[in-house]
């Protein structure tokens, strides 16, 4: 009897493991979908490459992240190696820029921009920034379908 239940044990988290798989893919094309469909010509794409002297970043073992709603913007993060990042993020700058200067500027820039005819990708590289390690690692940790992984024993940084 014992190996009975085993075996349906196994064969339901085998099914189980399959529809968080087939959930997690129907997430990234509904995320896809909404970010794409409309055409949305205000939608920017900022990419930041974070790299660490001594700190380590976390490995989920799901090989990708879940798309972020962060406030404004939607991101996405990756681990590239130990000691490094990528977060890209899909925003409209208007309104990541409401409130820190005024109306009047924000529409001469973003029109200075859209001038520039070309769609680009803003990268920024981030030494050391203590703060995205720690969210990187607690996105990691929240988002892994089992555990992470690590190339250090100790001193894992998930705060600031």
């Known amino acids: 009897m014992a190996s009975i239940l085993a075996a349906q044990s196994a064969e339901m988290r085998t099914k189980g493991a ?5 959930a997690d893919r129907l997430l990234c094309e509904s995320w896809n979908e909404k970010m794409w469909s409309d055409g ?24 990708f ?18 000691t490094a990042f990528v977060d890209y993020i899909f925003a409209d700058p208007a309104t990541l820029l409401q409130g820190k200067a005024s109306p009047e500027f924000i529409a001469r820039a973003l029109a200075d921009r859209e001038r520039l005819g070309q769609k680009q990708v803003d990268v920024t590289f981030r030494r050391n920034d203590l703060e995205m390690l720690a969210r990187f ?24």
Request: hydrophobic share 35%; with cysteine.
């Open 40 to 63: 949305d010509p205000k939608t920017r794409v900022a990419a930041f490459v974070c790299e660490y002297d001594s700190e380590r970043c976390l490995l989920s073992d799901r090989g």
């Open 137 to 160: 690692n607690r996105r990691a940790v929240e988002q892994c379908y089992r555990r992470v992984y690590c190339s250090a024993k100790d001193g894992l940084r998930l705060r600031a």
């Open 65 to 82: 992240s879940q798309p972020i709603e962060d406030g404004p913007h939607m991101a996405f993060s990756f681990n590239l190696c130990a």
């Open 18 to 22: 399959a529809l968080i798989q087939q």
